[in-house]
T-cell receptor
Framework: GENVEQHPSTLSVQEGDSAVIKCTYS??????FPWYKQELGKRPQLIID?????GEKKDQRIAVTLNKTAKHFSLHITETQPEDSAVYFC??????????FGTGTRLTVIP | DARVTQTPRHKVTEMGQEVTMRCQPI?????VFWYRQTMMQGLELLAY????????DSGMPKDRFSAEMPDATLATLKIQPSEPRDSAVYFC???????????FGEGSWLTVV
Protein backbone atom coordinates (compact mmCIF):
# COMPACT_ATOMS: atom_id res chain seq x y z
CA GLY A 1 0.00 0.00 0.00
CA GLU A 2 0.89 3.66 0.02
CA ASN A 3 3.83 4.68 2.20
CA VAL A 4 3.00 8.11 3.63
CA GLU A 5 5.30 10.23 5.76
CA GLN A 6 4.75 13.63 7.28
CA HIS A 7 7.35 16.10 8.48
CA PRO A 8 7.73 17.53 10.98
CA SER A 9 5.86 15.47 13.55
CA THR A 10 5.53 18.49 15.83
CA LEU A 11 5.75 22.17 15.02
CA SER A 12 5.54 25.23 17.26
CA VAL A 13 5.22 28.71 15.80
CA GLN A 14 4.55 32.15 17.14
CA GLU A 15 1.16 33.61 16.37
CA GLY A 16 1.30 35.44 13.08
CA ASP A 17 4.14 33.33 11.67
CA SER A 18 3.78 30.80 8.87
CA ALA A 19 3.72 27.02 9.18
CA VAL A 20 4.59 24.44 6.54
CA ILE A 21 3.95 20.70 6.77
CA LYS A 22 5.25 18.31 4.15
CA CYS A 23 3.79 14.96 3.10
CA THR A 24 5.68 12.46 1.00
CA TYR A 25 4.11 9.45 -0.64
CA SER A 26 5.24 6.46 -2.61
CA UNK A 27 2.44 5.63 -5.06
CA UNK A 28 3.04 7.49 -8.33
CA UNK A 29 -0.60 6.79 -9.28
CA UNK A 30 -1.87 9.00 -6.47
CA UNK A 31 -4.16 11.64 -7.91
CA UNK A 32 -5.95 13.32 -5.01
CA PHE A 33 -4.20 15.03 -2.13
CA PRO A 34 -6.28 16.15 0.87
CA TRP A 35 -5.29 17.62 4.22
CA TYR A 36 -7.35 17.01 7.33
CA LYS A 37 -7.34 18.95 10.58
CA GLN A 38 -8.16 17.31 13.89
CA GLU A 39 -8.71 19.45 16.96
CA LEU A 40 -8.36 17.91 20.37
CA GLY A 41 -11.26 15.57 21.07
CA LYS A 42 -12.84 16.14 17.67
CA ARG A 43 -13.08 14.27 14.39
CA PRO A 44 -10.73 14.88 11.45
CA GLN A 45 -12.15 17.36 8.95
CA LEU A 46 -11.03 18.25 5.46
CA ILE A 47 -9.49 21.71 5.22
CA ILE A 48 -8.08 21.76 1.72
CA ASP A 49 -7.40 19.39 -1.15
CA UNK A 50 -5.78 19.40 -4.56
CA UNK A 51 -5.90 17.16 -7.59
CA UNK A 52 -2.98 16.00 -9.69
CA UNK A 53 -3.64 18.37 -12.58
CA UNK A 54 -3.12 21.44 -10.36
CA GLY A 55 0.12 22.63 -8.78
CA GLU A 56 -1.23 24.93 -6.09
CA LYS A 57 -4.49 25.83 -4.43
CA LYS A 58 -5.28 28.57 -1.92
CA ASP A 59 -8.14 29.18 0.45
CA GLN A 60 -7.67 32.33 2.51
CA ARG A 61 -4.77 31.63 4.91
CA ILE A 62 -4.17 28.04 3.86
CA ALA A 63 -2.66 26.66 0.68
CA VAL A 64 -1.52 23.33 -0.67
CA THR A 65 1.27 22.83 -3.18
CA LEU A 66 1.95 19.65 -5.11
CA ASN A 67 5.14 18.30 -6.64
CA LYS A 68 4.17 15.12 -8.43
CA THR A 69 7.64 14.50 -9.78
CA ALA A 70 9.12 14.44 -6.32
CA LYS A 71 5.98 12.83 -4.85
CA HIS A 72 5.29 15.27 -2.11
CA PHE A 73 2.71 17.91 -1.26
CA SER A 74 2.72 20.54 1.43
CA LEU A 75 0.29 22.44 3.59
CA HIS A 76 1.01 26.12 4.12
CA ILE A 77 -0.68 28.20 6.81
CA THR A 78 0.04 31.91 6.90
CA GLU A 79 -0.68 34.41 9.68
CA THR A 80 -1.20 31.56 12.13
CA GLN A 81 -3.73 31.96 14.91
CA PRO A 82 -4.21 30.01 18.17
CA GLU A 83 -7.23 28.24 16.65
CA ASP A 84 -4.91 26.70 14.06
CA SER A 85 -3.45 24.57 16.86
CA ALA A 86 -4.39 20.98 16.00
CA VAL A 87 -3.07 17.78 14.48
CA TYR A 88 -2.88 17.82 10.68
CA PHE A 89 -3.02 14.67 8.55
CA CYS A 90 -2.35 14.14 4.89
CA UNK A 91 -4.00 11.25 3.04
CA UNK A 92 -2.87 10.92 -0.60
CA UNK A 93 -5.29 8.83 -2.62
CA UNK A 94 -4.63 6.57 -5.56
CA UNK A 95 -7.11 4.55 -7.55
CA UNK A 96 -8.54 2.89 -4.48
CA UNK A 97 -9.58 5.57 -1.97
CA UNK A 98 -8.41 7.24 1.20
CA UNK A 99 -6.80 4.33 2.94
CA UNK A 100 -3.56 5.54 4.39
CA PHE A 101 -3.22 8.63 6.49
CA GLY A 102 0.10 10.19 7.36
CA THR A 103 1.34 9.95 10.93
CA GLY A 104 0.15 13.46 11.71
CA THR A 105 1.78 16.77 12.60
CA ARG A 106 0.93 18.46 15.87
CA LEU A 107 0.93 22.23 15.32
CA THR A 108 1.03 24.55 18.31
CA VAL A 109 0.54 28.26 17.77
CA ILE A 110 1.94 30.25 20.67
CA PRO A 111 0.01 33.46 21.42
CA ASP B 1 -26.38 19.21 6.87
CA ALA B 2 -25.52 15.60 6.00
CA ARG B 3 -23.19 13.87 8.40
CA VAL B 4 -21.94 10.46 9.44
CA THR B 5 -23.65 9.26 12.61
CA GLN B 6 -21.96 6.93 15.06
CA THR B 7 -23.31 5.20 18.15
CA PRO B 8 -22.52 4.90 20.96
CA ARG B 9 -20.54 8.10 21.45
CA HIS B 10 -18.99 6.75 24.63
CA LYS B 11 -18.78 3.23 25.98
CA VAL B 12 -17.15 1.82 29.10
CA THR B 13 -17.15 -1.95 29.33
CA GLU B 14 -15.45 -4.72 31.20
CA MET B 15 -12.83 -6.91 29.66
CA GLY B 16 -14.37 -9.91 27.95
CA GLN B 17 -17.62 -8.20 27.04
CA GLU B 18 -18.88 -7.81 23.50
CA VAL B 19 -18.91 -4.31 22.04
CA THR B 20 -20.84 -3.29 18.95
CA MET B 21 -20.35 0.09 17.32
CA ARG B 22 -22.70 1.36 14.64
CA CYS B 23 -22.34 3.83 11.84
CA GLN B 24 -24.82 5.45 9.50
CA PRO B 25 -22.97 6.81 6.46
CA ILE B 26 -24.05 9.91 4.61
CA UNK B 27 -26.96 9.08 2.33
CA UNK B 28 -25.69 8.26 -1.13
CA UNK B 29 -22.14 7.47 -0.08
CA UNK B 30 -21.04 4.03 -1.23
CA UNK B 31 -17.71 3.73 0.61
CA VAL B 32 -17.42 3.26 4.35
CA PHE B 33 -14.28 3.11 6.46
CA TRP B 34 -13.51 2.13 10.05
CA TYR B 35 -10.45 3.72 11.65
CA ARG B 36 -8.99 3.38 15.13
CA GLN B 37 -7.09 6.14 16.90
CA THR B 38 -5.31 6.00 20.24
CA MET B 39 -4.13 9.01 22.26
CA MET B 40 -4.28 11.38 19.28
CA GLN B 41 -2.04 9.11 17.31
CA GLY B 42 -2.42 8.26 13.67
CA LEU B 43 -5.52 6.88 12.05
CA GLU B 44 -5.21 3.13 11.69
CA LEU B 45 -7.41 1.64 8.99
CA LEU B 46 -9.33 -1.38 10.24
CA ALA B 47 -11.68 -2.09 7.35
CA TYR B 48 -13.45 -0.55 4.43
CA UNK B 49 -16.44 -1.34 2.26
CA UNK B 50 -17.59 -0.27 -1.15
CA UNK B 51 -21.17 -0.88 -2.18
CA UNK B 52 -21.46 -2.92 1.05
CA UNK B 53 -18.74 -5.36 -0.03
CA UNK B 54 -15.65 -5.60 2.20
CA UNK B 55 -12.59 -4.53 0.20
CA UNK B 56 -9.87 -4.55 2.80
CA ASP B 57 -9.86 -5.66 6.41
CA SER B 58 -6.19 -6.56 6.64
CA GLY B 59 -5.68 -4.06 9.46
CA MET B 60 -8.26 -5.69 11.67
CA PRO B 61 -7.43 -8.38 14.25
CA LYS B 62 -9.61 -11.15 12.87
CA ASP B 63 -9.73 -13.22 16.02
CA ARG B 64 -11.82 -10.67 17.90
CA PHE B 65 -12.95 -7.98 15.46
CA SER B 66 -15.58 -8.19 12.75
CA ALA B 67 -17.07 -5.58 10.45
CA GLU B 68 -20.23 -5.80 8.40
CA MET B 69 -22.66 -3.73 6.37
CA PRO B 70 -26.10 -5.28 6.76
CA ASP B 71 -27.51 -2.61 4.45
CA ALA B 72 -26.45 0.61 2.76
CA THR B 73 -27.43 2.71 5.76
CA LEU B 74 -25.67 0.73 8.48
CA ALA B 75 -22.14 -0.41 9.14
CA THR B 76 -21.15 -2.27 12.29
CA LEU B 77 -17.86 -2.99 14.03
CA LYS B 78 -17.91 -5.67 16.68
CA ILE B 79 -15.29 -6.66 19.23
CA GLN B 80 -15.71 -9.96 21.02
CA PRO B 81 -14.20 -10.45 23.53
CA SER B 82 -12.97 -6.94 24.27
CA GLU B 83 -9.58 -6.31 25.89
CA PRO B 84 -8.09 -3.24 27.60
CA ARG B 85 -5.77 -2.67 24.64
CA ASP B 86 -8.86 -2.07 22.49
CA SER B 87 -9.47 1.19 24.34
CA ALA B 88 -9.41 3.86 21.65
CA VAL B 89 -11.57 6.12 19.54
CA TYR B 90 -13.18 4.32 16.64
CA PHE B 91 -14.07 6.54 13.70
CA CYS B 92 -16.37 5.70 10.87
CA UNK B 93 -16.04 7.68 7.65
CA UNK B 94 -17.92 7.64 4.37
CA UNK B 95 -17.31 8.86 0.87
CA UNK B 96 -18.58 8.61 -2.67
CA UNK B 97 -16.66 6.71 -5.29
CA UNK B 98 -12.87 6.89 -5.41
CA UNK B 99 -10.48 9.77 -5.04
CA UNK B 100 -12.94 11.99 -3.23
CA UNK B 101 -13.27 13.54 0.18
CA UNK B 102 -14.28 11.31 3.04
CA UNK B 103 -16.30 12.57 5.99
CA PHE B 104 -15.79 11.37 9.52
CA GLY B 105 -18.31 10.69 12.24
CA GLU B 106 -17.77 12.04 15.74
CA GLY B 107 -16.23 8.76 16.85
CA SER B 108 -17.06 6.11 19.42
CA TRP B 109 -14.88 6.50 22.51
CA LEU B 110 -14.32 3.02 23.92
CA THR B 111 -12.79 2.22 27.29
CA VAL B 112 -12.28 -1.39 28.27
CA VAL B 113 -11.48 -1.92 31.95
Amino acid sequence: GENVEQHPSTLSVQEGDSAVIKCTYSDSASNYFPWYKQELGKRPQLIIDIRSNVGEKKDQRIAVTLNKTAKHFSLHITETQPEDSAVYFCAPVSGANNLFFGTGTRLTVIP
Amino acid sequence: DARVTQTPRHKVTEMGQEVTMRCQPILGHNTVFWYRQTMMQGLELLAYFRNRAPLDDSGMPKDRFSAEMPDATLATLKIQPSEPRDSAVYFCASGQGTGNTIYFGEGSWLTVV
